[in-house]
């Protein structure tokens, strides 16, 4: 069983910064591939950035040079740096821990790009 817990969402101006946390606790965290979901209003989740137990990192064509995907495994912490937000950035951000069929969320965290 892993909890997970995001944190370091907020409102933000266009091509501003945010940093999301997402940290585990409940089983052997770093053997998890873990990733960032995010879904806007009306739309269906998707995925954002992933990063395996191994350290690979995979990104959404939308986010791809903006946003980056890292783990800290002594601390059970996943991030995802945002820079150069946009208004469509705008959503709800989950992380998520997988480990064959095991797969666990968290309760998520409002991010919102506005002037």
């Known amino acids: 069983q892993v909890q997970l817990v995001e944190s370091g969402g907020g409102l933000v101006q266009p091509g501003g910064s945010l940093r999301l946390s997402c940290a585990a606790s409940?089983?052997?965290?770093?053997?998890?591939?873990t990733g960032w979901y995010r879904q806007a209003p009306g739309k269906q989740r998707e995925l954002v950035a992933g990063?395996?137990?191994?350290?690979?990192?995979k990104y959404a064509d939308s986010v791809r040079g903006r946003f980056t995907i890292s783990r800290d495994n002594a601390k059970n912490t996943v991030y995802l740096q945002m820079n150069s937000l946009k208004p469509e950035d705008t959503a709800v951000y989950y992380c998520?821990?997988?480990?064959?069929?095991?797969?666990?969320w968290g309760q998520g965290t409002q991010v919102s790009v506005s002037s």
């Open positions: 998520d821990a997988e480990l064959g069929t095991l797969r666990y």
């Open positions: 409940g089983s052997i965290f770093s053997i998890y591939a």
């Open positions: 990063i395996t137990s191994g350290g690979e990192t």
